[in-house]
């Protein structure tokens, strides 16, 4: 039986950690799911029992929440999911406050931030948990991705996006971009990082190319939870290859 099988069977677990995928119903345009079943096979390679659980509008929220993940969509899902999403801000702020882990990709990184006005001018409110702006824009920031990043090393992703994003004090960018755009098209900077928060605009999906960033969500996850972390040993094989193969991708 291999490591994740035998977490997954409960077999000398070291405890079980919750990942709750918000709104794959509706913002889940471009395989950000893939971010939420990587977390899954990695805490089970690294010998924990992973809980995999979605939310979407309506539903009652999991207790108990490690690590939260949220992907991209259009701006009809945006608008779809923001009355619920605002009913929730006071508790993601309380977790998010708290150290708990979490990943944003695209829209709901626009939509954690103070506000995206999209290019008609209608003005969707963020819940405020990262301090960025986004304005809808007429140019469409498209293609691979290289980010250089002091925590992740080389961050490699695929952008889409036509939002552009201005990271204010209260932040701190996820990296500089060595390949493609990022945020917008003026200051060279991709992502942005406030605690245990990682938001970017990179799909790929973006964790099966970049595992330091998956581990990452997992450590801090255990340590919150547990108090420490026990690594494991995950397999690297495909990943390792995949970001080979990115990495030689023209923009």
């Known amino acids: ?81 923001q009355d619920d999403l605002q009913a929730r801000a006071g508790h993601l702020k309380e977790l998010a406050e708290d150290g708990a882990p979490m990943l944003v990709i695209c829209g709901l990184y626009q939509l954690f931030g103070r506000f995206f006005k999209t290019r008609t001018g209608a003005v969707i409110p963020g819940i405020g948990i990262l301090d960025v702006e986004t304005h809808g824009t007429d140019e469409r920031l498209i293609g691979n991705v290289k980010v250089s990043t002091t925590e992740f090393g080389e961050v490699l992703g695929y952008e889409n996006h036509s939002g552009q994003t201005t990271l204010g004090s209260g932040v701190r960018p996820l990296g500089t971009v060595a390949k493609g755009t990022g945020n917008n098209s003026n200051d060279g900077e991709e992502g942005a990082r406030y605690r245990n928060i990682v938001a970017s605009y990179l799909h790929g999906s973006l964790l099966p190319k970049n595992p330091a960033i998956a581990d990452f969500l997992i450590r801090t996850a255990a340590e919150r939870k547990f108090g420490s972390f026990s690594p494991g040993s995950p397999d690297d094989t495909y990943a390792v290859l995949a970001r080979e193969h990115a990495g030689r991708r023209p923009r």
């Not at 079980?16 to 096979?41: C, E, F, H, K, T």
């Not at 939260?68 to 009809?76: A, N, R, Y």
């Open 1 to 81: 039986m291999s490591p994740a099988e035998a977490a997954e069977a409960g077999n000398q677990s070291k405890g079980s950690l919750r990942v709750v995928q918000l709104y794959p119903r509706d913002m889940n345009i471009y395989g950000d799911w893939g971010n939420a079943l990587v977390l899954q096979r990695r805490i089970a390679w690294h010998g924990y029992t992973p809980e995999l659980l979605e939310y979407n509008v309506g539903d009652p929220f999991p207790e108990d929440v490690d690590i939260i993940v949220g992907g991209g969509g259009q701006d009809s899902g945006q608008l779809v999911i």
